[in-house]
């Protein structure tokens, strides 16, 4: 009985078939890794707008944010109160109360702009 045996051209073609799988999947996987954290830092920073715009919603205009509501030491909120041109008898129409827009922004160390939205917002008239 005679033994089929693999000739050394088709151990070389298994092996090339074989590395480039290898290959192929870890080029995939540095893919995915790198789409993954460029989405969680799109998420942290989007987190970060969302809690500095809640914030600033609850407190009156003006307001420092607390740095135990917002811990993160790598950026800074800050919110920048506009006074839109009404004319002057708005105010009066919805019971004293003003419209404001709020302009909040966040920095990271280096004072570099990461994000910022502006927010309209109706205060009282004693905030």
Not at 28 to 34: D, E, H, K, M, Q
Not at 64 to 91: G, K, M
Not at 92 to 105: D, N, S
Request: charged share 25%; net charge negative; with cysteine.
């Amino acid at each position: 009985m005679m033994r089929r045996q693999f000739t050394l051209i088709e151990v070389v073609v298994a092996m090339l078939i074989l590395t480039m799988g290898v290959t192929s999947m870890l080029m995939l996987i540095a893919a995915s890794t790198r789409r993954t954290g460029k989405a969680v830092d799109v998420w942290r920073k989007n987190h970060l707008l969302a809690q500095a715009v809640e914030y600033f919603m609850l407190y009156p205009p003006g307001t420092e944010i607390d740095r135990n509501f917002f811990p993160d030491e790598n950026y800074t909120v800050s919110c920048n109160i506009i006074s839109p041109d009404l004319p002057e008898d708005v105010e009066e129409q919805i019971g004293g109360q003003r419209l404001i827009a709020m302009h909040i922004e966040i920095r990271d160390r280096d004072g570099k702009l990461v994000d910022s939205i502006t927010m309209d917002r109706i205060t009282g008239v004693l905030e």
